[in-house]
């Protein structure tokens, strides 16, 4: 897998549309692990109700890792990894600390105090390797947010920036110039970010279905490298916008070889439709690496 790829698409699967059931989604997770594009995928995505399920869905020697989904309040979240099954690796945990409207702060602040008890209290491996993502709206408070998160990094606290980039009403689909607002605002911060809802396939597209026009995550991916190589804001809309497939691989191809810069990834409810598109678009041909 080029490494621009790697680990760009979580496993999303238990989530709207795709709604898998637990079992199903962690017996298909277990079939993307092992197979030659293992190296697109991030770990698998669970609701923390959920996570006392899923040591019974694993073999005795297995391991997985997992992102775990707040769908519980912040605060019972605390000490989420201490009673862990050890086959599970909680890689990543993520939190919307605000309804859309609502001031991202308290919620914000609720976080870091949690992160904060979890590093204090954490014993050997718990300590590694977790990342936690604040949701943000991209409504009021935004860039007062995206400050306070710059600020928490710079403490040493492993806190990035998520936003979600659709949903199932077009208030959740930030317009072009909205989404590259976010990730100058990231790049200006040197603040890593992650992506959820909407990116179903490569390029930007009207889904019939629901008259939603929805973003390409290759168009994303472009923008991204765009911003972070100091492109302007109408430069990083601009490929936000754009439907022909060859100014997006012109500005992709040639970093393919290269690490991902502050985009951490996104999460899918499908692993097959993101790997359909990245072949048809000759993004997976180590030619190209």
């Known amino acids: ?9 979580d496993d999303a699967a238990v989530f709207p549309p795709g709604s898998a059931a637990l079992p ?7 079939r993307h692990r092992d197979a030659w594009y293992a190296g697109l995928v991030g770990p698998l995505l669970v609701p923390a109700s959920k996570l006392p399920e899923l040591p ?25 990894r201490a009673g862990v099954d050890r086959r599970i690796r909680v890689r990543q945990v993520e939190a919307a600390v ?3 409207g609502e001031d991202p702060q308290p919620g914000l602040a609720e976080l870091v105090d949690l992160v904060r008890r979890e590093r204090d209290t954490a014993s050997g491996d718990d300590g590694q390797g977790l990342d936690v993502f604040a949701e943000i709206p991209l409504t009021f408070g935004l860039m007062g947010a995206l400050d306070r998160l710059a600020a928490i990094r710079a403490e040493g606290l492993p806190i990035a920036a998520k936003f979600r980039t659709g949903g199932l ?15 100058c605002g990231c790049r200006d911060r040197a603040l890593p970010f992650k992506l959820t809802a909407g990116l179903h396939n490569a390029l930007r597209h009207l889904e019939p279905e ?6 390409g995550f290759v168009n994303v991916l472009a923008a991204t490298l765009a ?15 754009v439907t022909d497939p ?17 985009w951490v990834g996104y999460g899918s409810c499908s692993i097959g439709e993101p790997l359909a598109d990245l072949a048809r678009l000759g993004l997976l041909d180590r030619s190209r690496t």
């Open 246 to 262: 060859r100014p997006l691989l012109e500005a992709v191809e040639g970093r393919l070889g290269r690490p991902r810069p502050l």
């Open 98 to 100: 605000a309804r859309r």
């Open 56 to 80: 019974a869905l694993l073999a005795a020697d297995e391991r997985i890792a997992v992102g775990v989904i707040a769908d519980v309040p912040i605060g019972r979240l605390d000490g989420m």
């Open 169 to 183: 009403a077009a208030e959740l689909f930030p317009t072009p110039i909205e989404l590259a607002a976010v990730i």
């Open 227 to 241: 911003a972070a190589q100091g492109a302007g804001l109408e430069q990083v809309a601009e490929l936000l916008t």
């Open 24 to 30: 199903d989604a962690v017996a298909a997770h277990r």
């Open 210 to 215: 629901t008259g939603l026009v929805h973003h």
């Open 1 to 9: 897998m080029p490494a621009l790829l790697d680990g760009l698409v």
